[in-house]
Structures are given as structure tokens and as C-alpha cells.
């Protein structure tokens, strides 16, 4: 059933005559005219933080659950199959939008075809609910007509508006919002003029209520990527409970348990974005596979094998690549980490002799995670098959290295650019 029809249904008014007794239904409103819904977005990949919202909504039955994007990290098939998998689950209506993660590669097709369109709207009660697409970063004329159109021809005593990216971002000194200003401005405008209560975003990884010129934006994109800022400023992991009764409105944060990733997820962080990948998203990328080894702090060789995985380039290039005075942190899940340079992520000609390709490796010699005890590990494979304690700090730009062995972090977690 496609969501205007589902929409219909919610909102129909049944009538029932039993003797001389006319019995009303109001479909979609709890007996005493609440109207309660979940808003969340941002979940990336990681698909705990979605688990625990709607378990929450299956214990507790609002209306509806809404997911304002950011679905996926990257718009991959074997991704939306996984959010939808949760998804499903949920014994509420689940409402969504797309984000701007989730039209990568092709994926807005993708998106279509596992959970329709991304514009439209549905009434539930006196509330009127408005859905339209940011994920390009901008929005259309022909976006913008339809937007002004819907809010113009509905009379509802309160509207809600839900897309995914918001049309200013409330951190100081911070633009992660609409790439164009112009349409911001007369997004805003269009919202005072037809008096909307809320609207609902993503996109900036943090809880945000912010009023302006009567119109509240809640910026709700806690459901499982990286956050933003510390909690103090709203990073946390959370989902937004929304309760209106008797025309009072309610807007309330829910913290989610902070996300701990099996060993075959790891996430990436670049500096504005980030993406959690599981060993299914990594099989779906360009494979390098290469025979290498390593030398530790004792001079001996170890880790002799095939190795196949992901080149760390690549991965940075999924959150924004890096610049040249950047910082790549290479993290294990107990905390261990590595530093490396621009220069190992992308190697000119002469250390691209020395330590080869810097990979992900999910596999070697034919044992992938979560068989392979040491995966997902950082390993470096140079065109002799051996990455040897001098090599290790021929291409370190401290030279201030333990061992080869120790650069060959095991367990990896995390990804992240440092800014330089």
C-alpha cells in the first residue's frame, strides 16, 4: 500500500450502527485525541539505534514512526535491504524521506523502489504532515511549487513538515545546512506565511530545537552516525518522541544506547561526513588483493599470507577524502590506535614502492571476518611482499615507529580524519 493510501486509512472516520447506537472510530488517534509519533534520522548503516525505536514503538504504539533520512551509507542495494529488514518490523506506519547518503551511487532509484516517493503528505486528525526531498543539498522549483502548493490547500489547525536536510544550521560557526541560500530563505519564509508548527530534519548530527519567527526546527540526526558535537550541545544518541494533545505540543528527546559495532562493521569518519559499513557494504566495493607480511618489534617476519580487502582511499573518499595536512586515526575497538599521514592514504611513486597499497583487509588467505581472528585489519602491501620495520618508518612522517607490526592495526573500529 503506498503511503497517501495508508495515510487514508489512518485518518478515515468509521462508522458503525449497532441497534440505535452510532459508534465513531477515529482511526489513528488514541482515545482521548492524542496524536504521538517518533522522528529520527541518520542511522547510516548501523541499525541498533533503529532496533531499540521500534521496539520502543511496538511497546508503546504511537501513530507513527518517521525516518528523515540517511537511511544508508551509500545508497547500495544490500543497504537498503537491511534498513527495510528493521524496518518491517515495526507494527506502526513507518514514514520516510531521503537523504543525501542515500541518492549516492544511484541510489535514489533504489530508494523508489523499496519505499516510494519521497514527497507527499497525509493528514492525521487536525494535523497535517508535508514530506519533500533536500538530499541533492538544494531544492528544485518544481520541488518548491509542491511544497508551496500542499501547504497552501491545506486547512489543518496544525502542519508539520519533515525533509532531510535543514535549511540553517544552529552551531556556531558551522554550515552544514542547504548548499543555496536563496531557497533556504524562501523555505523559511514559506513556512511563516502558512503557519507551520515544525519542522522536522536530519542531516547534522545532533538533538536541535531552535524557533524562528514562531517556526520551531528540531533537528533530530541521532539514530546512529557519528554525532557532531559533545552532549553539552546536543550530541547524543537519540530519537525525538512528539505527543499533541488538545493542542498541546510536546517535543521531547529519547536517548538511544551509544552504538557498539560487531567485529564486521567498522565505521569511517571523514570531517563532515561519516558512514558505518558492514562486511556486506565491503564486499560490494573494488577488491585489492595482495600477498604481504610484516616485521615486529623482535625483527621477526610474521603474517605471512594473502591478504583482500578495501583501499583505505577509497573509504575516505566515501566521507570527503582529506587533505594534505590532515591526519587518518586508525582505531581498534579496545581503544589501540595508529596515526598515518596523507602520504600513506595516497602514496606518491616512491612510498607507493615502499608499503604498496593501505588496505581494510576483511579476509586472508581465504578467511574472512568473523573466522579471521585479527580482522578488520590495516595492512600494508608492498610490491616485495614484505613491510619491514625500516620500510615502517621510511614512510612515517614522525619515523617515530614501534614496528611494522604494530602500524598493522587489528580489530578495526574506526576510520577517522583528523583536520591538520
Not at 355 to 373: E, F, H, K, P, R
Request: aromatic content about 12%; charged content about 15%.
Amino acid at each position: 500500500m503506498d503511503r497517501q493510501k495508508l495515510a487514508l486509512v489512518l485518518s478515515v472516520i468509521t462508522i458503525l450502527v449497532v441497534s440505535s447506537t452510532t459508534i465513531v472510530f477515529f482511526f489513528g488517534l488514541t482515545e482521548d485525541d492524542t496524536i504521538n509519533f517518533y522522528v529520527f534520522g541518520d542511522s547510516q548503516g548501523y541499525q541498533g539505534g533503529v532496533e531499540q525505536i521500534v521496539t520502543a514503538a511496538n511497546l508503546y504504539r504511537p501513530n507513527f514512526i518517521f525516518h528523515c533520512g540517511d537511511l544508508t551509507p551509500f545508497g547500495q542495494e544490500n543497504q537498503y535491504q537491511a534498513i527495510k529488514t528493521v524496518l518491517d518490523q515495526s507494527m506502526v506506519p513507518v514514514y520516510t524521506t531521503i537523504g543525501n547518503h542515500d541518492v549516492k551511487n544511484g541510489g535514489g532509484k533504489l530508494y523508489e523502489e523499496y519505499f516510494g516517493t519521497s514527497r507527499y503528505s497525509f493528514d492525521i486528525g487536525p494535523a497535517h504532515f508535508t514530506v519533500f526531498n533536500t538530499s541533492s543539498g538544494d531544492i528544485s522549483s518544481q520541488e518548491f511549487s509542491w511544497l508551496e502548493q500542499d501547504l497552501t490547500q491545506t486547512d489543518a489547525e496544525f502542519r508539520f513538515v519533515f525533509t532531510h536536510i535543514p535549511p540553517f544550521d544552529p552551531r556556531t560557526g558551522e554550515d552544514h545546512s542547504l548548499i543555496n541560500s536563496t531557497a533556504s530563505t524562501q523555505l523559511m519564509s514559506l513556512f511563516e506565511e502558512h503557519d507551520v508548527d515544525v519542522v522536522f530534519t536530519g542531516h547534522i548530527h545532533v538533538y536541535n530545537e531552535t524557533t524562528i519567527n514562531g517556526v520551531r526546527y528540531v533537528i533530530t540526526g541521532g539514530a546512529g552516525a557519528s554525532l557532531y558535537a559533545d552532549e553539552d550541545s546536543g550530541g547524543i544518541y537519540h530519537y525525538t518522541n512528539v505527543t499533541l494533545h488538545k493542542g498541546n505540543l510536546i517535543i521531547e528527546p529519547v536517548i538511544l544506547d551509544t552504538p557498539s559495532l560487531p567485529r564486521d562493521v567498522v565505521a569511517v569518519r571523514g570531517l563532515v561526513e561519516d558512514v558505518t559499513l558492514s562486511l556486506a557494504d565491503l564486499l560490494q566495493m573494488g577488491v585489492i588483493t595482495g600477498y604481504s607480511s610484516f616485521q615486529n618489534q623482535y625483527d621477526n617476519w610474521r603474517g605471512h599470507g594473502t591478504y583482500s580487502g578495501i583501499a583505505i582511499s577509497e573509504l575516505v573518499e566515501l566521507v570527503g577524502g582529506m587533505g594534505i595536512n590532515d591526519t587518518l586515526v586508525v582505531r581498534s575497538f579496545d581503544g589501540y590506535a595508529q596515526e598515518f599521514s596523507y602520504s600513506n592514504v595516497y602514496p606518491n611513486a616512491t612510498w607507493a614502492e615502499i608499503q604498496g597499497s593501505m588496505i581494510l583487509s576483511y579476509a586472508y588467505n581465504d578467511t574472512s571476518v568473523l573466522d579471521w581472528a585479527d580482522g578488520m585489519r590495516l595492512v600494508m602491501i608492498p610490491p616485495d611482499g614484505g613491510y619491514s620495520n625500516a620500510d615502517a618508518i621510511q614512510t612515517s612522517e614522525t619515523g617515530d615507529v614501534i614496528s611494522a607490526g604494530a602500524r598493522w592495526v587489528r580489530f578495526v573500529s574506526l576510520i577517522e580524519v583528523i583536520s591538520g
